[in-house]
């Protein structure tokens, strides 16, 4: 037997319109066709495959055979395969972008992105999306150096030249050790946190390496993320501050305790979405910032209200605010 021919993409799309139809006359409906062509189209279709793809005779509809139901999948696969790429294409003529490449605060709820994201996949499912999680000032440094298109950001919260933000509220940050650390026995004097090894997230970059970002303690160890110190801090190997959305499982469970310190009350931490100035965000960048803005009008001490937890189901989506007032840096 000689090789397969080459079907064309539209005799596949009759053949999944017969499928989809059930009938040879369903199909001509669906396509706008007479019912003539569509029984022509899936006959050359079965010669330049060299199989039958429908059983005709024995039934008033047509059923698939065997070979027609293996050669099924695969025709959707190069239909979804085409309409993607349309989709894509269409896109990259309105000025949608090829690939959208986000950094975010480690210390930014993850109800807050998992919102987000969830978001922009509905609105944008053929736009790729590239996401690094940085602390402090490694998010701006990404920016700053057109790795990522965007950014939600905490320190620092100055302006930059070259970087034009847009303020997207906060988060609380608590004071929190083991039940079993030193610290957790109640109130305790003044001071008291300087005598036990506190637990600092580090900076990445260069624009607030060696700065000290609620740091009290004369006793410090360094880690480079967040999860790390979580660990640490849940088996008692010091102390330190932590997103409240993250550690309220902890408290509840009791795997944690909030640390009653008179002069260490924690505080909240000032999220910005930021971009460049030369590199102005298209639609697909710009509906991410709007989500963000959006969570920012609809928040409680830090936590998404449309959220009983960060594992909750889907969130309820709320349409992105269209107009916002940027602030921008390095005027």
Not at 6 to 34: C, E, H, I, K, M
Not at 277 to 282: E, F, I, N, S, V
Not at 317 to 324: A, L, T
């Amino acid at each position: 037997m000689s090789d397969p021919g080459t079907p064309t993409f539209d005799q596949l799309r009759v053949f999944l319109a017969v499928v989809d139809a059930g009938s040879f006359a369903g199909a001509a409906r669906q396509t706008n066709r007479a019912t003539s062509v569509i029984s022509y189209t899936i006959t050359n279709l079965e010669a330049q495959l060299g199989v039958t793809l429908f059983a005709r005779a024995s039934t008033r509809r047509p059923q698939l055979t065997s070979e027609g139901r293996v050669l099924l999948a695969e025709a959707r696969n190069v239909a979804l395969g085409f309409n993607r790429l349309r989709a894509k294409a269409k896109g990259l003529h309105q000025g949608i972008e090829s690939e959208v490449h986000l950094a975010f605060d480690v210390m930014l709820p993850a109800a807050r992105v998992v919102d987000a994201l969830r978001n922009f996949q509905d609105e944008f499912p053929t736009v790729p999306l590239r996401l690094r999680a940085e602390a402090l000032g490694a998010v701006t440094q990404l920016v700053l150096d057109r790795t990522s298109m965007i950014g939600v950001r905490g320190p620092p919260d100055v302006e930059i030249d070259g970087l034009e933000r847009i303020g997207v509220g906060s988060v609380h940050l608590v004071p929190v050790a083991a039940p079993s650390h030193p610290l957790a026995c109640g109130a305790v004097e003044v001071g008291a946190g300087r005598q036990h090894v506190q637990l600092v997230l580090t900076d990445r970059s260069a624009l607030t390496a060696g700065s000290d970002l609620g740091v009290m303690g004369t006793h410090t160890w360094r880690v480079a993320d967040l999860a790390t110190k979580h660990m640490l801090l849940r088996e008692g190997i010091g102390w330190g501050t932590m997103p409240e959305p993250m550690v309220l499982d902890d408290l509840a469970s009791g795997r944690l305790v909030l640390l009653d310190m008179p002069d260490f009350k924690g505080g909240h931490y000032r999220f910005f979405a930021i971009h460049r100035t030369d590199m102005p965000p298209g639609p697909a960048a710009s509906f991410l910032i709007d989500q963000f803005d959006r969570q920012s009008h609809g928040m409680n001490g830090g936590t998404l209200q449309t959220f009983a937890s960060t594992d909750a189901t889907r969130p309820i989506v709320i349409k992105p605010q269209h107009s916002r007032d940027a602030v921008r840096e390095g005027n």
